[in-house]
């Protein structure tokens, strides 16, 4: 899908040197590596309001315990379910 400058394919490994380019680039005060972004997007879909169930299905989580970390977070996720 993704291809070098090259036009060879892309190895994890590149990914994984980009990324963590980018994170010093930043300067982020700690490694950053792929997995991050998929925590990232967890953390974004949660935060706007998408169904937990979605999420679990959308990050491949067959456990939904591992997808509910997201929505924990999100202190204000549920601000909306009562109005005053």
């Given at each position: 899908?993704?291809t070098t ?6 190895t994890d490994?590149g990914?994984r040197?980009?990324v963590?380019?980018?994170?010093a ?7 950053v590596h ?6 990232a997007t967890g ?9 937990t169930?979605?999420i ?8 939904i315990?591992?997808?509910t970390?997201?929505?924990n977070l999100?202190?204000?996720?549920f601000?909306?379910?009562?109005r005053?």
């Open positions: 899908m993704f400058e090259r036009d060879g394919p892309l490994s990914v040197k980009i963590a380019r980018a994170g680039a930043a300067p982020l005060p700690f490694p792929p997995h991050m972004l998929r925590h953390y974004k879909l949660a935060n706007d309001g998408q169904d169930r979605a679990q299905h959308y990050l491949g989580h067959k456990n315990v591992h997808t970390r997201y929505t999100a202190s204000d996720r601000k909306m379910f009562w005053e």
